[in-house]
């Protein structure tokens, strides 16, 4: 095998490594109603989170936009392969965190996500996914393009949800009570 596909390879092996360890950990393989969409819209209900994409999915985008321009600043001798490969590692740290019964106990404590039992297995190896599809667009996309991206998702899934990666990181950090009550509709 040529060297220059070992980041892909070990790319590949930790989004396959992080659903061995998401199973260990005790999360649904896919949502206990006994199927998988390819779209759940609903975000108040046992199945958010628990598909193959939802209304959290543009924040993975956003991720990987983030991580491909951070890690072009910071690394930008060492080859795409491996910054890749450092961004899947911090998506699927982020993951299994998420996943983990303090951060969700959290999440249902200080957001309006009180239906929130954690993403099945398919949803985070999704997320993941979509983390490096965002990433291979900031590549490819001129850094305009990204931005305007980034802001649209951001945009559009606040006026549709109330939510998104801002509030999201916002609410887990420093929650703030008039959120809260905005996201849920008061």
């Given at each position: 095998?040529?060297r220059?596909?070992?980041?892909?390879?070990?790319?590949?092996?930790?989004i396959?490594?992080?659903?061995?360890?998401?199973?260990?950990?005790?999360?649904?393989?896919?949502?206990?109603?006994?199927y998988?969409?390819?779209?759940?819209?609903?975000?108040?209900?046992?199945?958010?989170?628990?598909?193959?994409?939802?209304?959290?999915?543009?924040?993975?985008?956003?991720?990987?936009?983030?991580?491909?321009?951070?890690?072009?600043?910071?690394?930008?001798?060492?080859?795409?392969?491996?910054?890749?490969l450092?961004?899947?590692l911090?998506?699927?740290?982020?993951?299994?965190?998420?996943?983990?019964?303090?951060?969700?106990?959290?999440?249902?404590?200080?957001?309006?996500?009180?239906?929130?039992?954690?993403?099945?297995?398919?949803?985070?190896?999704?997320?993941?996914?979509?983390?490096?599809?965002?990433?291979?667009?900031?590549?490819?996309?001129?850094?305009?393009?990204?931005?305007?991206?980034?802001?649209?998702?951001?945009?559009?899934?606040?006026?549709?949800?109330?939510?998104?990666?801002?509030?999201?990181?916002?609410?887990?950090?420093?929650?703030?009570?008039?959120?809260?009550?905005?996201?849920?509709?008061?």
């Open positions: 095998m040529q220059r596909f070992l980041p892909y390879l070990l790319t590949a092996l930790v396959g490594i992080t659903a061995a360890v998401l199973l260990w950990m005790g999360r649904e393989p896919w949502c206990k109603c006994g998988i969409k390819l779209w759940h819209g609903q975000t108040m209900s046992s199945e958010s989170s628990q598909h193959i994409s939802d209304w959290y999915t543009p924040s993975h985008l956003i991720h990987g936009f983030l991580f491909y321009g951070l890690l072009h600043l910071v690394m930008r001798r060492a080859g795409l392969g491996w910054r890749l450092i961004a899947t911090a998506e699927a740290a982020w993951e299994i965190s998420e996943n983990t019964e303090a951060v969700i106990e959290h999440y249902r404590a200080v957001t309006i996500s009180l239906d929130y039992y954690g993403d099945s297995v398919v949803n985070s190896v999704s997320d993941i996914l979509a983390m490096v599809a965002g990433f291979w667009l900031a590549r490819r996309l001129p850094i305009w393009v990204s931005v305007a991206l980034i802001l649209g998702f951001e945009l559009f899934t606040t006026w549709m949800i109330r939510d998104g990666l801002t509030l999201n990181v916002l609410m887990l950090l420093h929650p703030i009570e008039a959120v809260k009550t905005w996201q849920g509709g008061g």
